[in-house]
């Protein structure tokens, strides 16, 4: 089970909360890195992920570092109860494999297994971390994002996440109880945008001000 919680800003607020985040002197600073994710659905009607009950994001992402490039299928869920909680509780299944498998994979899940592409992004993540914790600012060609999410089998996963919203000046009500996608979504409607598929920086997108 995944205990998180997440707040944003206009892209242009990345330096001063990194500047905040690498004052916190509890955070070990882990670097930057780029993911490109790509989220598919079922390709039967009848399992659909994205229907209200499911609710699920199955996801193959890809991430570039200075230490190497990697990949992980995940599978991610929303439980019900999540929008009348003050943190996220969602479900979330991760596998690693070899990144020089990536384009195999994909050719098999577009291919052979005809899984739905419905969308892919990217972002710039930067991760800071320790025992208890892991805060990320995720750079979106939208918006930044600032999630606080507890380590895996701790105990109270809530009141940690508290401690570093309470080390942070965070405030609960500021929160954003969706995913990315709704958020981005959101902005397109708000600022009558087009809405794309591939969340790409170098695409027309709608900017959280």
């Known amino acids: 089970m995944e205990y998180e919680i997440r707040f944003y800003y206009p892209l242009t607020k990345y330096k001063e909360k990194l500047l905040e985040l690498k004052k916190t002197k509890e955070l070990n600073f882990e670097g930057r890195k780029y993911e490109i994710t790509s989220q598919f659905d079922h390709p039967s009607k009848k399992f659909s992920f994205y229907t209200k009950e499911v ?5 193959i992402r890809k991430t570039e570092s200075k230490k190497g490039i990697k990949c992980m299928i995940s599978w991610k869920r929303r439980l019900n109860d999540t929008v009348d909680k003050k943190i996220n509780k969602e479900e979330e299944v991760e596998i690693s494999i070899n990144s020089k498998d990536y384009d195999n994979l994909m050719f098999l899940i577009n291919n052979v297994l005809h899984m739905k592409e419905i969308e892919t992004y990217e972002r710039y ?9 892991e805060i990320v600012l995720d750079e979106y060609p939208f918006g930044l994002a600032l999630e606080i999410e507890a380590k895996k089998n701790i105990d109270n996963p809530e009141k940690i996440i508290n ?5 942070l000046n965070l405030k609960y009500e500021d929160s ?7 958020k981005y979504e959101q902005l397109c409607k708000e600022q009558k945008m087009e809405k794309f598929n591939k969340v790409l920086f170098d695409k027309p997108m709608p900017k959280i001000k």
Do not use: H
């Open 55 to 59: 609710d699920g994001r199955f996801r």
């Open 163 to 167: 401690k570093y919203i309470t080390l």
């Open 176 to 182: 954003y109880k969706l995913s990315w996608d709704d």
């Open 125 to 133: 993540r930067t991760t800071f971390s320790n025992d208890e914790i």
